[in-house]
């Protein structure tokens, strides 16, 4: 495809059409490949949704035992540039803006630290003068005192930008490309640096080349065509693995929910697809960890977690903050944060509620696995 990096374009799949025998065969592949990957992601392996199931629970007791990884956003600013047209941030939004200053992430932080979470995600909109490199910087030294895994999502960085944060006590960085399809892209990212696909794409790379020990991708399920998008992500990552392959990925599949600009997904993405989707990447990439966040609803969360996913987060919040007012909000209060989040959440059952569900699963839910004297 135009634009594309040859490395990327996954063209030559997304017409090729599969047979139920096909299908067969790429669930027994000793050795995956792209091609099983679009053999599994087509229509024809929608038949086949159990024993795909079955393989990708397999897969992920084999390499992850019965641990489901949980971590915790902590979104620091919702100032932001872009034009994303699906974003409840964007600059054309009529939502109040906030940023933490450094001592109210002091005390989010320390209010996430008594939840019992080891892990964090720090979040913001694209650079900007309220929320810039000095700032991110700032609160990652932070956090690293109370959290041993610390990680940003956050606008693209140099290479120096990434080991200064490296340095800093950030652990891995979280760049979805949102969709890989150029055409859309363009259409999706109206104006802002983020309008840049290139400079996207590029990121993650430039992460890992200055430290960073994992690297999260990810596309936005209902931007663009699913089977392109998919395709091409698993390209991405196969791309990095060969590339750094002393580095760590992660791989997340949000779906568009609800902001405050009521954007329509053109793709729209059935929860059936969803896990079809899951239990491929996992088929195909069985050591990679792969990650559910609140988005989903419970019931589908329930569902997925350790049939595929290995990874959630819990607990989540996608307003500035507001983990330090937990049990304190009044009525408007919960109706303005909600109103003035990134997207809403479907998921919004606390951590000891969510972990009794997990361990009703025989699953055990981990908070640590990696410990800052490591850094």
Same mark, same amino acid.
């Given at each position: %495809? ?15 059409? &599969? ?8 669930? !027994? ?6 091609? =099983? @990957? ?9 038949? +086949? ?9 397999? @897969? =992920? ?7 489901? /990884?949980?971590?915790?956003? @902590? ?27 450094? $001592?109210?992430? $002091? ?13 964090? #995600? ?5 650079? =900007?003068? $309220? ?25 693209? %960085? ?38 840049? +696909?290139? $400079? ?10 200055? !430290? ?7 596309? #936005? ?9 998919? #395709? ?8 990095? /693995? ?10 997340? &599949? ?26 491929? *990447? ?9 990650? #559910? ?6 019931? @589908? ?10 990874? %959630? ?13 937990? !049990? ?25 509620? *969510? ?11 981990? &908070? ?8």
């Amino acid at each position: %495809m135009k634009n594309l990096p040859i490395w990327l374009d996954p063209e030559p799949w997304l017409n090729r059409k &599969f047979s139920p025998t096909e299908i067969q065969t790429a669930l !027994g592949a000793e050795s995956p490949s792209e091609e =099983t @990957l679009a053999a599994l992601l087509s229509p024809a392996a929608v038949d +086949f949704l159990e024993p795909m199931a079955a393989r990708a629970q397999a @897969l =992920t007791r084999r390499h992850f035992g019965r641990t489901v /990884q949980l971590y915790v956003p @902590l979104y620091l600013s919702s100032y932001c540039p872009g034009g994303c047209a699906y974003c409840g941030f964007a600059s054309d939004r009529n939502t109040a803006r906030h940023k933490l200053s450094l $001592e109210q992430v $002091e005390t989010e932080l320390a209010a996430l630290e008594k939840m019992g979470f080891e892990e964090i #995600l720090l979040l913001t909109g694209e650079r =900007t003068p $309220e929320a810039d490199f000095d700032y991110v910087r700032d609160c990652v030294e932070r956090a690293a005192r109370r959290f041993h895994s610390v990680n940003i999502e956050m606008f693209p %960085m140099s290479e120096t930008e990434y080991r200064e944060l490296a340095e800093a006590g950030c652990s891995g960085v979280t760049l979805y490309q949102e969709t890989y399809h150029p055409e859309t892209y363009a259409a999706m990212h109206r104006w802002g640096p983020k309008s840049d +696909f290139s $400079e996207r794409l590029e990121a993650p790379a430039r992460a890992l080349a200055g !430290g960073q020990r994992f690297a999260g991708l990810g596309a #936005l399920l209902g931007l663009s065509d699913p089977l392109f998008d998919c #395709l091409a992500l698993y390209r991405h990552a196969r791309h990095l /693995q060969k590339t750094h392959w002393q580095s760590g990925l992660t791989i997340s &599949f949000p779906r568009i929910q609800r902001e405050a600009g009521d954007f329509t997904p053109p793709h729209p993405v059935s929860n059936s697809q969803l896990a079809q989707i899951v239990f491929a *990447f996992r088929i195909v990439l069985p050591d990679v960890p792969l990650v #559910l966040s609140t988005r989903e609803t419970p019931a @589908l969360r329930d569902g997925l977690a350790g049939l595929g996913i290995n990874k %959630m987060s819990v607990a989540s919040k996608t307003t500035v903050g507001g983990y330090a007012e937990e !049990g304190s909000e009044d009525v408007s209060r919960r109706s303005r944060a909600k109103a003035e989040g990134q997207f809403d959440v479907s998921d919004a059952r606390g951590v000891e509620e *969510f972990c009794a569900m997990l361990r009703s699963k025989n699953l055990e839910p981990v &908070f640590k696995n990696w410990d800052a004297a490591y850094r």
